[in-house]
């Protein structure tokens, strides 16, 4: 099956125009986008909605109408207020997209599970936000349990759930061998985890430069899962000279990027070692 992967996109109009038209251009079997969607945090709900409204729902709309053949699977980021959940689960049942956090679902003869939480970040909004492994929180990040989230959620669920924990269950909804695993996070100490922390210290202790889950790198260490899809860190191809990497059977792609082009990878997934990263210059495709 032909799929298209992008992350982290933020909201930007002509990068999902662009993306828009490649997909209805090539008609790809699936389209797997990887969280942090949404224009900036602090914009209006009636903003969001726009947004939403007119340049992703309709858009997949059209799409699907030309040819049902085409799965959008996606999930949110940790810049993407949670408050706005309840539109993608409504657009899920609709059956316009695949809203995947923390479940899973058949795509032919594999399946596909998301998952949006991070580990803790320096960040101020938490609603997709776990802690870990433990409740260890490093240093220049702020905890779970601090912050502010859009959504009430249970106090002990803040404090005492993992990354961990949650992969371990949503490892038992189908055969792991045969799952593309959506992530937001990418796994720690990886060539997808590189942050541009370098020689930076608070109170005297260097800041780690790689930022991302130990829980997922065991994870896929361990479990050995189909393919791993990840965003988050828009910096880490550019500083780790790689998108891609494999651990044991599994391939792991990271689309985040830190740059104006449109960051876009295209996988057979009966051929994962040849996938292809392409940097699209937005203005030459988008109106």
Same mark, same amino acid.
């Given at each position: 099956?032909?799929?298209?992967?992008?992350?982290?996109?933020?909201?930007?109009?002509?990068?999902?125009?662009?993306?828009?038209?490649?997909?209805?251009?090539?008609?790809?079997?699936?389209?797997?986008?990887?969280?942090?969607?949404?224009?900036?945090?602090?914009?209006?709900?009636?903003?969001?909605?726009?947004?939403?409204?007119?340049?992703?729902?309709?858009?997949?709309?059209?799409?699907?109408?030309?040819?049902?053949?085409?799965?959008?699977? !996606?999930?949110?980021?940790?810049?993407?207020?949670?408050?706005?959940? #309840?539109? &993608? /689960? *409504? %657009?899920?049942?609709?059956? @316009?997209?695949?809203?995947?956090?923390?479940?899973?679902?058949?795509?032919?003869?594999?399946?596909?599970?998301?998952?949006?939480?991070?580990?803790?970040?320096?960040?101020?909004?938490?609603?997709?936000?776990?802690?870990?492994?433990?409740?260890?929180?490093?240093?220049?990040?702020?905890?779970?349990?601090?912050?502010?989230?859009?959504?009430?959620?249970?106090?002990?669920?803040?404090?005492?759930?993992?990354?961990?924990?949650?992969?371990?269950?949503?490892?038992?909804?189908?055969?792991?061998?045969?799952?593309?695993?959506?992530?937001?996070?990418?796994?720690?100490?990886?060539?997808?985890?590189?942050?541009?922390?370098?020689?930076?210290?608070?109170?005297? !202790?260097?800041?780690?430069?790689?930022?991302?889950?130990?829980?997922? #790198?065991? &994870? /896929? *260490? %361990?479990?050995?899962?189909? @393919?791993?899809?990840?965003?988050?860190?828009?910096?880490?191809?550019?500083?780790?000279?790689?998108?891609?990497?494999?651990?044991?059977?599994?391939?792991?792609?990271?689309?985040?990027?830190?740059?104006?082009?449109?960051?876009?990878?295209?996988?057979?997934?009966?051929?994962?070692?040849?996938?292809?990263?392409?940097?699209?210059?937005?203005?030459?495709?988008?109106?």
């Amino acid at each position: 099956m032909n799929c298209i992967f992008v992350s982290d996109i933020h909201g930007n109009k002509a990068k999902f125009d662009t993306l828009f038209k490649i997909v209805e251009s090539e008609k790809p079997d699936g389209v797997f986008i990887g969280g942090d969607l949404l224009p900036n945090q602090f914009s209006t709900e009636i903003v969001v909605e726009k947004f939403l409204d007119n340049e992703f729902f309709s858009k997949i709309g059209s799409i699907i109408k030309d040819c049902k053949r085409v799965k959008f699977f !996606v999930i949110m980021g940790n810049d993407d207020p949670r408050i706005f959940e #309840k539109v &993608f /689960i *409504e %657009k899920d049942k609709e059956g @316009l997209i695949n809203y995947v956090h923390f479940k899973t679902v058949r795509f032919r003869y594999l399946f596909v599970t998301g998952y949006s939480y991070v580990p803790p970040t320096p960040f101020q909004l938490k609603d997709w936000e776990r802690y870990d492994v433990s409740r260890f929180t490093d240093v220049g990040n702020v905890s779970p349990e601090q912050g502010f989230r859009t959504v009430e959620i249970d106090p002990d669920e803040i404090t005492y759930s993992t990354i961990s924990k949650d992969l371990e269950k949503l490892s038992k909804n189908a055969p792991v061998e045969k799952t593309i695993f959506l992530f937001h996070s990418p796994p720690y100490r990886s060539m997808l985890d590189r942050a541009a922390l370098d020689g930076k210290k608070i109170d005297n !202790v260097p800041l780690d430069v790689h930022v991302g889950s130990v829980a997922i #790198k065991r &994870f /896929i *260490e %361990k479990k050995q899962p189909f @393919l791993t899809l990840h965003g988050h860190i828009h910096e880490s191809a550019r500083l780790s000279g790689n998108w891609m990497e494999k651990v044991g059977r599994t391939f792991s792609f990271s689309a985040a990027h830190d740059g104006p082009e449109l960051a876009l990878i295209r996988f057979d997934t009966e051929d994962l070692k040849n996938a292809k990263r392409e940097l699209i210059h937005v203005d030459s495709l988008s109106s």
